[in-house]
């Protein structure tokens, strides 16, 4: 069964500081994606990004990027220059390519991201 | 283009008493469905999804179920409310075929309290 590792619960960071955000998944699949999404303190999650197992390339969208190694089976995720605004729950997920199609996404715990000005 | 919608916003229930959590989702057909619950602590854990009416997988015993009457309505309900049934549940959605690589859209949640 698959499953999501954020170790990090909490992050406190000052404001232009990037920081990192770690994330470890477990698949015995060979086909799957990742994703990360996004949590403000208003409660509604925003998707950020996915990436599938076959696509090892990073990913630079602005301050933020994605660090994707299945070597290490780890999908790290860092904010250059820190924003208040960045200050959120942060979830890492994983989803696998099952032969029905319907495979629903497991989350990790999420990591509390704050940036303090 | 694709809304959902979840309600009630936020909810204060005694223990025992019934429960019913309802979200709908407009501008798409035969959408996979899913019910996420959000605990102090232990992040988002998937408690049912239905990929078509009548089709309802539970991921975790508990005494909370799930029913699908309509395409694009989706509702959580329970019999008698426990205080471990506490927390911020969401829905969301994803095309049917695509649960695996297709991200999930979010309702706003409702955060229920159990006293």
């Known amino acids: 069964a698959q499953k999501v590792t954020q170790a990090q619960t909490e992050i406190s960071v000052v404001e232009k500081e990037d920081v990192t955000l770690d994330c470890v998944y477990e698949?015995?699949?060979?086909?799957?994606?990742l994703f990360w999404y996004k949590q403000p303190p208003s409660g509604e999650l925003v998707f950020l990004i996915r990436r599938n197992s076959f696509d090892e390339q990073n990913e630079i969208s602005g301050r933020y990027s994605w660090n994707f190694q299945k070597s290490t089976s780890s999908f790290n995720f860092t904010i250059t220059a820190s924003q208040v605004v960045d200050s959120a729950v942060y979830f890492c997920a994983l989803s696998e390519g099952g032969n029905s199609g319907n495979t629903p996404l497991v989350f990790g715990k999420g990591t509390r991201l704050s940036v303090i000005a | 283009s694709q809304t959902i919608h979840q309600w009630p916003a936020t909810l204060v229930q005694p223990v025992g008493s019934p429960l019913s959590l309802e979200c709908t989702v407009e501008g798409t057909s035969n959408p996979n469905l899913y019910w996420y619950r959000q605990a102090a602590g232990r992040g988002l854990q998937l408690l049912f999804y239905s990929v078509g009416i009548g089709q309802i997988s539970s991921e975790v015993p508990q005494n909370l179920s799930a029913s699908r009457p309509q395409d694009r309505q989706f509702i959580l309900s329970s019999k008698k409310l426990l205080l471990s049934d506490s927390g911020f549940y969401l829905c969301?959605?994803?095309?049917?075929?695509?649960?695996?690589?297709?991200?999930?859209?979010f309702g706003n949640g409702t955060r229920l309290t159990v006293t």
């Open positions: 969301a959605w994803n095309p049917l075929g695509d649960a695996y690589n297709s991200p999930l859209h």
């Open positions: 698949t015995r699949d060979t086909t799957y994606y």
